[in-house]
């Protein structure tokens, strides 16, 4: 069965980083389009940012200059890199995974990104 598992949330200060990584098992993140999305209390999910083959990357307005996100194929894991966090960047991060044609859609449990003014 696939699995999409996130690590790397926690507790920062404004201004501070975090990487969230998330491990893919049966599926292989080349052929897929991988993506951060976040959901923050009271509020619809959101993406954050895509990366599919290229790499071709997309981000959210929002954090565009302060996150990063990557691949590494070897490990069958992706990244993101996540600098002068807010109080606004608080929420579950999901790792998502979306086939070429959109018929196969992942998602991660989620991870915590709580971020203290």
């Known amino acids: 069965q696939v699995q999409l598992v996130e690590s790397g949330g926690g507790l920062v200060q404004a201004g501070g980083s975090l990487r969230l990584s998330c491990a893919a098992s049966?599926?292989?993140?080349?052929?897929?389009?991988m993506g951060w999305y976040r959901q923050a209390p009271g509020k619809q999910r959101e993406l954050v940012a895509t990366?599919?083959?290229?790499?071709?990357?997309n981000y959210a307005d929002s954090v565009k200059g302060r996150f990063a996100i990557s691949s590494d194929s070897a490990k069958n894991t992706v990244y993101l890199q996540m600098n002068s966090l807010e109080p606004e960047d608080t929420a579950v991060y999901y790792c998502?995974?979306?086939?070429?044609?959109?018929?196969?859609?992942?998602w991660g449990q989620g991870t915590q990104v709580t971020v203290s003014s």
């Open positions: 049966k599926i292989t993140i080349g052929i897929y389009t």
């Open positions: 998502n995974a979306v086939s070429a044609r959109g018929s196969l859609n992942y």
């Open positions: 990366i599919s083959s290229g790499p071709t990357t």
